[in-house]
């Protein structure tokens, strides 16, 4: 866990000499920390959003009493320690505080024992917070493997009612091949001879999927250029999608290899245009993507099922209604559809979801509903590369910033918590913001003071570009980065465009985000 080098304490007193003596007492101790001092409910409130360190709140107040501050910062902020000051305070409100929530409580006249106080209730908070993390990744563990083992039962009995059904199907195809060859084409009988073939062909593609899912099914393993499948496939998915919809492909040129199965790769390239094609009736734009990833221990926690390492993202992204949230859970389950009846089988994506496992890859999928939704396939590279094709490594030293202000808005909390570290660990220091009126409200409070504005292009308030906008009226010349998941609206690419923003793509390696950030403070 990193610590924070200045603390940030909120006092809530409304008297400023009785605030005095308290930060004497810390000072004296040998705390170093930034204070805000609130006399309201309202400014308390404010206050506590902006997440401080710790509180100091005295108990008897004008405005409003200890008790009631107690009751609103840990509704609003349960994690955050609060240390209550009081004039007197009697043994019995004194329990009644601390059964409140009030992490401890120091007597005004013996504020000499407040820095051991804010020490130990400091160190209190940080083993809470470390241990609601643990409880959370376990949660989520347990979550995933519960999951994962859902899939695998499914996978197994799938698999084996598919090898069978295979074989019989097998039997059909062969009897009816052999039964048209004696058949003359005008033959009543060839008709429906011709029938039973299709349909035995239409149950083979079915079966196919199946063990592609249970992941029965035999797969390659040789040294692939993704690229080069997706390349060839292009005028069959071209067929595929039909005339209303523009398919746009967007390769990265250095694209490492893969090692694994051609005929899967584009099989699963191909379930998903299909589903991107069926969800936009109306028209709509596919894009099929590449490009490398490396990530580290750090960056999984970005991804589910995500592992360290080397790995080619393979993305498929429409522009369709996107996927409602309580579907989404299901949508790789096996015979899990939403197209009616005679349709939709279920089973593109549960072939998909068993392709990337047996490529050692994972898949995710991220969707908005009414702008669209993109699967991305993470598939690990083998090292085949040239070594001359690298771009330049930076060392570590040289990714160190200089204590430049960043106003980070990001409104996904773990992005915003990692990118916040990441770029702390740097010597950078982050302001980060979960929305544009957060953002509004602390350029404010900082009067504009920043050297870089770091943000996601789609926040749930207001576009990235429109608050950039916005706050580039009072002080024109902070660089701007952007970053997105997303292909934008046009409006937002055209802002970026025309003022000539950096832009930088999600997913990111903490070391392409660093190195971008330098960038862009360098250009200033
Ligand atoms: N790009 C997408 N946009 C919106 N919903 C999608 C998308 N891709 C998949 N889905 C949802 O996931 C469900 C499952 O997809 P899957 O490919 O497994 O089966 P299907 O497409 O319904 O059937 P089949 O693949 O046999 O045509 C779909 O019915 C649809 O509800
Ligand atoms: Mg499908």
Redesign the pocket.
């Known amino acids: 866990m990193m610590k924070k080098e200045t603390l940030h304490l909120l006092i809530l007193e409304d008297n400023p000499e009785n605030a005095e003596p308290m930060i004497n007492a810390l000072e004296k101790d040998g705390i170093s920390f930034e204070w805000n001092r609130v006399d309201s409910k309202e400014s308390f409130i404010k206050g506590l959003k902006e997440k401080p360190d710790l509180v100091l709140a005295a108990h008897s107040l004008i405005a409003f009493d200890g008790m009631d501050a107690l009751k609103i910062a840990k509704e609003a902020a349960p994690e955050i320690p609060l240390i209550l000051i009081s004039d007197t305070i009697g043994d019995d409100k004194a329990v009644e505080c601390l059964k409140a929530g009030a992490d401890d409580f120091v007597l005004k006249h013996k504020l000499s024992r407040l820095g051991k106080v804010v020490k130990r209730a400091l160190e209190e908070a940080e083993i809470y917070k470390e241990r609601i993390q643990t409880e959370e990744i376990l949660l989520m563990s347990d979550e995933n493997l519960r999951q994962v083992q859902k899939m695998e039962a499914i996978g197994t009995l799938a698999g084996g009612v598919a090898h069978d059904f295979n074989n019989i199907l097998m039997a059909i195809q062969g009897n009816v091949d052999i039964a048209l060859m004696d058949v003359e084409k005008d033959h009543p009988v060839h008709l429906n001879l011709m029938e039973i073939r299709k349909a035995s062909e239409r149950a083979s593609d079915l079966t196919r999927q199946l063990l592609l899912f249970s992941r029965r099914q035999a797969m390659e393993q040789i040294p692939l250029n993704p690229n080069k499948i997706i390349k060839n496939l292009l005028k069959m998915l071209n067929r595929l999608i039909g005339e209303d919809i523009i398919l746009k492909v967007d390769l990265a040129n250095d694209l490492k290899m893969i090692k694994g199965d051609t005929g899967t790769i584009e099989q699963a390239v191909m379930?998903l245009v299909?589903?991107?094609r069926?969800?936009m009736t109306d028209g709509g734009k596919i894009t099929v993507a590449t490009n490398n990833l490396f990530l580290n221990e750090k960056d999984c926690r970005l991804y589910s099922d995500a592992k360290p390492g080397e790995f080619v993202c393979l993305s498929v992204q429409?522009n369709?209604?996107?996927?409602a949230p309580p579907?989404l859970d299901r949508?790789f389950d096996p015979f899990?559809?939403?197209?009616e009846q005679g349709?939709?089988?279920?089973?593109?994506?549960?072939a998909v979801y068993g392709i990337v496992k047996k490529h050692e890859g994972w898949i995710n999928v991220e969707?908005i509903p009414d702008e669209g939704?993109t699967?991305k396939m993470y598939l690990p590279t083998i090292s085949a590369e040239p070594e001359q094709n690298r771009p330049p490594v930076l060392s570590p030293e040289k990714l160190n910033g200089n204590q430049e202000r960043i106003l980070l808005v990001e409104d996904e909390e773990v992005v915003r918590n990692i990118l916040r570290e990441l770029l702390s660990e740097k010597k950078y220091k982050v302001f980060p913001a979960a929305n544009a009126q957060e953002a509004l409200a602390i350029f404010e409070k900082e009067k504009g003071a920043f050297d870089l504005i770091f943000s996601d292009v789609v926040l749930p308030d207001l576009r990235g570009p429109k608050l950039v906008k916005q706050l580039l009226k009072q002080k024109p010349k902070i660089p701007v980065l952007f970053t997105s998941g997303y292909s934008e609206e046009k409006s937002d690419r055209e802002i970026i465009n025309e003022f000539g923003y950096t832009y930088i793509k999600k997913p990111f390696t903490s070391y392409d985000m660093l190195k971008t950030v330098k960038e862009v403070l360098e250009k200033k």
């Open positions: 379930n299909v589903n991107a069926d969800v429409d369709g209604d996107g996927i579907i949508i899990f559809t939403t197209k349709k939709g089988t279920g089973l593109g994506l549960s969707s939704t699967f």
